[in-house]
C-alpha cells in the first residue's frame, strides 16, 4: 500500500515556545483587517491543534470559528467549526490549498468575520 498525505490526520504538537509568536502573528494580522476591532480573535492550543475563536461586538463570550492543525511554522491545515452538528468540518484555504500560513487562515475566515 503507497503512503498517502493527508492534511486533516496527523500533524505535530505546537511547541509552547511558539504560542506568544503565534498569538501576536494573528493579532498583528488582525488590526489591518477590516472586521477589526468588531470582533476580536482569540487562541487556545491543545497538543497539535489551534483554536481560532471569535468574540463579536456586544459578545461576552467566545464562539468557535476554525481549528488548525499544526505541522510547522507556516504549514497549517484548516478545519471550519460547523454549527449545524457541532464540529470541525475539513475546508481548503481561500487559494485552494490545503495547506497554508495561520494568516492565510484567518484570511480565509473573513467571509465569516465581515
Same mark, same amino acid.
Not at 489551534?50 to 491545515?77: H, I, Q
Given at each position: 500500500?503507497? #503512503? =498517502?498525505?493527508?492534511?486533516? $490526520?496527523?500533524?505535530?504538537? *505546537?511547541?509552547?515556545?511558539? !504560542?506568544?509568536? @503565534? /498569538? ?6 488582525? =488590526?489591518?483587517?477590516? #472586521?477589526?476591532?468588531?470582533? /476580536?480573535?482569540?487562541?487556545? @492550543?491543545?497538543?497539535? @491543534? ?16 476554525? /481549528?488548525?492543525? !499544526? @505541522? /510547522? ?7 471550519? !467549526?460547523? #454549527? ?16 497554508? $500560513? *495561520? ?12
Amino acid at each position: 500500500m503507497a #503512503w =498517502h498525505f493527508d492534511p486533516q $490526520s496527523g500533524g505535530n504538537n *505546537i511547541p509552547v515556545d511558539l !504560542y506568544d509568536k @503565534f /498569538r501576536t502573528q494573528v493579532e498583528v494580522f488582525s =488590526h489591518g483587517r477590516g #472586521w477589526f476591532p468588531r470582533c /476580536r480573535l482569540s487562541l487556545k @492550543f491543545k497538543g497539535k @491543534f489551534c483554536y481560532l475563536d471569535v468574540t463579536a461586538e456586544g459578545e461576552t463570550s467566545p464562539s468557535p470559528l476554525a /481549528r488548525l492543525r !499544526y @505541522f /510547522r511554522d507556516n504549514e497549517w491545515s484548516l478545519a471550519f !467549526y460547523t #454549527w449545524s452538528n457541532e464540529r470541525y468540518s475539513p475546508c481548503v484555504f481561500y487559494d485552494g490549498k490545503w495547506q497554508g $500560513s *495561520i494568516e492565510q487562515a484567518v484570511e480565509t475566515c473573513e467571509s465569516v468575520l465581515s
